[in-house]
């Protein structure tokens, strides 16, 4: 599978089960029901969804005007770095307010979750890739021709 269809199945398949997995964390984590934590975690993912759309923008603007080009470690740890610490600054008041804990009950419940998507976005792009194969991009050059 590749193109669109790959990136559709991909973005769905990963946020339905990243909604259902923060969703029984967050309860687990905060002692709410699933009707409060549910809709949350949909809230959560409909901002990190926002959040690296403008991020990622706004990265990519910066990156253009930068003397050095391509992608250095340096370069990939300051932008999870910034995207990771942004979401979390834009997720916990969110958080606090919906759950009715403190900000740092949020925080500390953010940083489990931040935790949690580094391992789970790990193993569901392995998973993925060797269920629905690799995409073309990863194929190499005589795979891509042929």
Same mark, same amino acid.
């Given at each position: ?43 959560? /993912?409909?901002?990190? %969804?926002?959040?690296? @759309?403008? $991020?990622?923008? *706004? =990265?990519? #603007?910066?990156?253009?005007?930068? +003397? ?45 979750? /931040?935790?949690?998507? %580094?391992?789970?976005? @790990?193993? $569901?792009?392995? *998973? =993925?890739? #060797?269920?629905?194969?690799?995409? +073309? ?10």
């Amino acid at each position: 599978m590749q193109g669109i269809q790959r990136k559709v199945v991909y973005f769905s398949l990963y946020e339905g089960l990243a909604i259902v997995s923060s969703s029984i964390g967050l309860s687990w984590m905060s002692g709410e029901h699933l009707a409060s934590s549910g809709p949350l975690a949909m809230s959560m /993912s409909a901002v990190a %969804l926002a959040w690296n @759309f403008f $991020f990622t923008l *706004g =990265f990519e #603007r910066w990156e253009s005007r930068q +003397t050095t080009s391509g992608r250095s470690i340096k370069r990939r740890v300051a932008h999870a770095i910034g995207f990771e610490g942004g979401l979390i600054a834009l997720l916990a008041p969110l958080v606090a307010w919906w759950l009715g804990v403190s900000l740092w009950e949020a925080f500390v419940m953010d940083l489990v979750l /931040s935790v949690y998507f %580094l391992v789970y976005t @790990f193993a $569901f792009n392995w *998973g =993925f890739d #060797r269920i629905f194969g690799l995409p +073309t991009s990863a194929l190499g050059r005589q795979a891509q021709t042929a």
